[in-house]
């Protein structure tokens, strides 16, 4: 099966521009999230779709970005405007099943390569 | 809550070498805990996962881990070190509340040196 798929792999704004990052997961994944690393620093979680819905959004750092998934199939992450503490590479991953899943693992998440933002 | 602690942000082996990169949990809940290997420029591959069935986890590439809760630790470990295992790893932890908020340690990078 295709892997998830984030587009674009790198990019380079001006701060106050706008960027959107584009999540494509492995199909049938109900579960979409988005994380985010600034450099030296851990992998943050931001938020986390179950198919069209927001599940769980405690993670974005504030209004400025506003995460959407359309139909439940691929999500966008937009910065607007962006500011320079935004730069990090920004991980999609997806998993199977619902909320409620066993421990079997029915959940472990598949990550993508991330899309690496860059606010000059 | 949850964290992770990975001691050693950088780990340098010889070829052919014991691996050993540690990682320290703390959790509310039983705990999954995870290893993910980042190579550059590709995205994170899980190697392997507790989920509370047996401690000691065989992953992919060699590299196993050993749940010890009173330890708190999930230390990852390779019996022999190759090039091609010089990468970045990332411990994680996840709670039991349904799906998978993942938190992860800073990660380790390791060298292999030939």
């Known amino acids: 099966e295709a892997g998830v798929t984030q587009f674009p792999s790198h990019s380079v704004i001006e701060k106050g521009q706008t960027v959107t990052l584009r999540c494509d997961p492995i199909?049938?994944?109900?579960?979409l999230y988005w994380y985010r690393r600034v450099m030296g620093k851990e992998i943050k979680f931001l938020l986390h779709f179950v198919k069209e819905s927001k599940q769980d959004e405690s993670g974005m750092p504030n209004n400025r970005f506003l995460a959407e998934r359309t139909g439940g199939t691929y999500s966008t992450l937009k910065v607007q405007p962006a500011e320079l503490e935004d730069s990090g590479v920004y991980f999609c991953?997806?998993?199977?099943?619902?909320?409620?899943?066993?421990?079997?693992?029915?959940?472990?998440?598949?990550f993508g390569a991330g899309s690496r933002l860059t606010v000059l | 809550a949850q964290s992770v602690t990975q001691l050693g942000s950088h780990v340098s082996v010889s070829e052919g070498a014991l691996v050993l990169l540690r990682c320290n949990y703390s959790s509310s809940v039983p705990p999954y805990l995870f290893w993910y290997v980042q190579y550059p420029n590709q995205g994170l591959q899980l190697l392997l996962k507790y989920t509370s069935a047996a401690t000691l986890v065989k992953g992919i590439n060699g590299f196993e881990a050993e749940f010890k809760k009173s330890e708190t630790s999930f230390h990852l470990t390779k019996p022999s070190a190759h090039m091609s295992d010089a990468a970045e790893y990332l411990c994680a932890v996840a709670s039991s509340g349904g799906y998978q908020k993942v938190t992860f340690g800073i990660g380790t990078k390791l060298q292999v040196i030939p």
């Open positions: 991953a997806s998993s199977r099943g619902l909320a409620g899943g066993s421990r079997s693992g029915a959940n472990v998440l598949t």
């Open positions: 199909s049938g994944h109900d579960n």
